[in-house]
């Protein structure tokens, strides 16, 4: 895609994730043919409809094409594979001598499948197996953010219908990818409670001034900014090579930064932000969620701080 | 000039050439001292590395044709300061001078002066320094009083100014002077470019806390300075100001990240087993790394002759959290260097972590970085 197709694709993801939000968002995206998209221009697929989705506040199941595409199993047209459970990033089903045994988390349109996809380590490599829905239970989840979309799925002693061998590029570049896709929705979300802090700061009039012309208030938002930036900087760093090590920085920065954000734009949208009559509290209600999704900060921060002690070397440094 | 210098205008082939070139050439370019050494011994090697560098043709690369340079992209600039910094041959930022006060010369001297000047500041011929801030204008820099009056043929500076680099060994500095009434900040200000060895000019070194008489008060006393050395409009000071504080957040800042990049590879590689807390060290990567990222794509906007603004201000914000971050974990870390060893090495470290303080306020403070990025990044207005 060149600039104005790119535009012109953006311009439709936006339209799509400000009307629509779980299945019909799903629909809206198979019209504008996001995962022809995700196939010839990841990066712009990626990044501008995880954005559009954490700024909008909405769900899909995108999520799960990114993870099948990474790896190399989206031969059907529908949304099928199984995400791990919140805060872990292992395989989300393991295979034990009476059969698959299945943890994790789907968006609700999966339960509508005849049969969805699980990836399990097996021996050397990891496994694809096709398990049929009726093996398996559902439960919706409320959590914190009763308008995630998603379900907690788990079965045991499951007779796969189909062991499919080994997955093309590995559990882990579907695990790299998909915390770059949540980063973006991260940094979205962060955008967005930004800009109704902000705006809210230069209406409400306190003193007989705006607050925004407060420093304190001032300095809280450019603080805001800057962790937001630092988010955008290092999912450019994650793209730039996409291994592992930096995909992890980037949804460990987005995670922290998503969290910062919305406690400083929570202490300058002060009562209204805590009530549910401004739309503020879903979105620290979804930062939660996704930090927890394929790792939180916490724990991604601390793997890579014993990871470079362990080799005695930083990641590898950057180049101009 | 080297042949391998002639044709690389791409990045690449300037990267295998100056790799190539240091590793030939590493016994004369390595300081002889242990540590971080003497500013005096830092500054003489300084300028023995550029020479070797400037004639061998690299310090050319990336600066335009009409001031010496070979022209090219200014990406070059980045990664040489990059090459010199990670292999520890110069003090980032004593190097980094040049990258702030050449590109303001070229903009806004007159085009005999500036074809003049540059190649010695480039070559190492000359130190150059840049006097802004004074004892009553720190953050409002528009505040200024250091007066520059007409007489004859030029100006008579009077006034004093503080916080000047490298004041003592400086042959030239890029001033700020009040023109225009005590009342017209911004509006009454003009950049001259003054010789350091002019009859009135008193320096008084300061030393700082980190050891290093690394700044200067200046005394002007009725100090003449030609017409010819007036840099952009008279009155149109401040835009030179304001087009050279950029400079500071841009090349020189991606020269400061190959520092700390070798720091923290160098606290990692010496910490004792078990002192490194892992998600501290984790955190701390984070925060130069994204520092980095972000520092990229300024070089690659400025090599994209894009005109650098206020966005810098996240880039400074960005370089002072790491670089703080960075020195607050080897403090905590390696205790016993930081306290109460007198090796060179403990001592390099001390100097760092004190240096370091100063991240938050050199270059435009904390606040005002903050203060920027609110009015114009965020564009929330008046601030009373």
């Known amino acids: 895609m060149d600039g104005e197709d790119i535009e012109l694709f953006a311009r439709s993801i936006r339209n799509a994730t400000r009307e629509h939000t779980g299945q019909a968002l799903d629909a809206a995206l198979a019209e504008v043919g996001w995962c022809d998209a995700l196939t010839f221009a990841p990066r712009a697929a990626i990044a501008t409809l995880f954005e559009c989705q954490g700024a909008d506040n909405v769900t899909s199941s995108a999520l799960c094409h990114v993870v099948q595409h990474a790896l190399g199993v989206d031969d059907t047209p529908a949304a099928r594979v199984v995400l791990p459970p919140i805060g872990q990033w292992h395989p989300p089903a393991t295979v034990t001598h009476r059969g698959l045994h299945v943890n994790g988390l789907v968006p609700a349109a999966l339960r509508h499948r005849a049969s969805v996809v699980v990836i399990a380590p097996t021996g050397r490599s990891d496994g694809v197996f096709e398990v049929p829905t009726t093996s398996l239970a559902f439960d919706r989840v409320d959590g914190i953010d009763p308008h995630c979309g998603l379900l907690q799925v788990a079965g045991a002693d499951i007779d796969p219908a189909t062991d499919r061998g080994p997955t093309a590029d590995g559990w882990a570049a579907a695990v790299a990818l998909a915390r770059v896709a949540i980063a973006h929705e991260l940094v979205g979300a962060s955008r967005t409670m930004l800009e109704l802090a902000r705006e809210h700061a230069l209406g409400r009039i306190q003193f007989g001034r705006p607050i925004s012309s407060f420093q304190a208030i001032r300095h809280r938002l450019a603080e805001t900014l800057v962790a937001i930036e630092m988010a955008e900087a290092t999912l450019d760093l994650a793209w730039l090579d996409m291994t592992e090590q930096t995909a992890a920085m980037a949804k460990a920065v987005a995670g922290r930064q998503a969290r910062t954000t919305a406690r400083h734009c929570q202490q300058v949208l002060a009562g209204i932000g805590f009530t549910t009559e401004h739309p503020l509290h879903l979105y620290i209600r979804r930062t939660l969620l996704l930090d927890g999704l394929f790792g939180t900060a916490a724990s991604l921060t601390r793997a890579l701080g014993e990871e470079i002690m362990s080799i005695g070397q930083l990641p590898r440094k950057l180049v101009l | 000039m080297t042949d391998a210098v002639s044709g690389a205008t791409d990045l690449e082939d300037f990267r295998s050439s100056v790799e190539s070139w240091l590793d030939e050439n590493h016994s004369k370019l390595a300081p002889a001292y242990q540590g971080s050494g003497t500013l005096e011994q830092q500054m003489s090697h300084l300028a023995t590395v550029k020479r070797l560098v400037y004639d061998a043709g690299f310090m050319r690369c990336g600066w335009p044709e009409r001031v010496g340079g070979f022209g090219g992209s200014s990406l070059m600039r980045a990664y040489l300061g990059e090459a010199l910094t990670a292999r520890d041959l110069v003090e980032p930022g004593l190097y980094s001078m040049t990258e702030v006060l050449a590109p303001t010369m070229i903009d806004y001297a007159t085009p005999e002066l500036a074809a003049t000047m540059v190649p010695a500041l480039l070559r190492g011929d000359e130190t150059w320094c840049q006097g802004f801030s004074e004892p009553g204008t720190g953050s409002n820099l528009a505040s200024l009083s250091c007066r520059a009056d007409r007489a004859g043929e030029g100006w008579r500076v009077s006034g004093q100014k503080v916080w000047t680099s490298l004041a003592q060994y400086a042959q030239r500095c890029v001033l700020l002077t009040r023109t225009g009434t005590p009342e017209s900040a911004h509006k009454g200000i003009t950049a001259l470019f003054v010789d350091m060895d002019a009859p009135g000019i008193t320096v008084r070194p300061i030393q700082a806390m980190h050891g290093v008489e690394e700044f200067s008060e200046v005394f002007f006393e009725d100090v003449a300075v030609p017409l010819a050395r007036t840099l952009g409009q008279v009155n149109g000071g401040w835009a030179v100001a304001m087009d050279l ?129 609110a009015r114009r990044l965020l564009d929330l207005g008046n601030d009373r």
């Open chain 2, 245 to 373: 504080l950029p400079y500071e957040r841009s090349t020189s800042l991606w020269h400061r990240g190959a520092y700390l990049h070798r720091r923290l590879q160098d606290l990692v590689t010496t910490a004792p087993v078990g002192a490194l807390d892992p998600v501290k060290l984790g955190e701390v990567t984070q925060l130069l790394y994204a520092f980095v990222a972000r520092s990229r794509a300024t070089q690659h906007r400025m090599a994209n002759n894009e005109r650098l603004g206020p966005e810098t201000s996240i880039d400074k914000v960005l370089l002072a959290t790491a670089e703080q971050a960075i020195f607050d974990l080897a403090a905590e870390t390696l205790t016993p260097e930081l306290t109460v060893s007198d090796d060179p090495e403990s001592e390099r470290w001390r100097t760092a972590y004190l240096y370091a303080r100063a991240a938050t306020i050199y270059g435009g403070s904390a606040e005002i970085q903050r203060n920027i990025i």
